[in-house]
Nanobody, 120 residues
Framework: QVRLVESGGGLVQPGGSLRLSCAAT????????MKWYRQAPGKGRELVAA????????NYADSVKGRFTISGDNAKNTVYLQMNNVKPEDTAVYLC?????????????WGQGTQVTISS
């Protein structure tokens, strides 16, 4: 059974840090491109960061470059999002996504999300 379980969300003051985790089961984690999206109230879903588990290349939204770091642990089937110097505009539900092209299995899975609130 495929599962993506996010954790680590919560309430943090501006300028603080938070680490989100996404634990994956039920598919070939090492074949996936793992992504973190976020969705704020009344806004569309935004891609925040992505990492390819083959090769480890990463990319980030301009709004989080230099503040957020995505990393993966293939041994633990887990992807992380380290969030530093957070801002109120980072407040959103953060969702984990696992995607692979057809040649690597062809899948697109989503977690339920974890709430991140940045407020003083």
């Amino acid at each position: 059974q495929v599962r993506l379980v996010e954790s680590g969300g919560g309430l943090v003051q501006p300028g603080g840090s938070l680490r989100l985790s996404c634990a994956a089961t039920g598919f070939t984690f090492s074949s996936a491109t793992m992504k973190w999206y976020r969705q704020a109230p009344g806004k569309g879903r935004e891609l925040v960061a992505a990492i390819t588990n083959i090769g480890g290349s990463t990319n980030y939204a301009d709004s989080v470059k230099g503040r957020f770091t995505i990393s993966g642990d293939n041994a633990k089937n887990t992807v992380y999002l380290q969030m530093n110097n957070v801002k109120p505009e980072d407040t959103a539900v953060y969702l984990c996504n696992a995607w692979a092209p057809r040649i690597l299995g062809g899948f697109d899975y989503w977690g339920q999300g974890t709430q991140v609130t940045i407020s003083s």
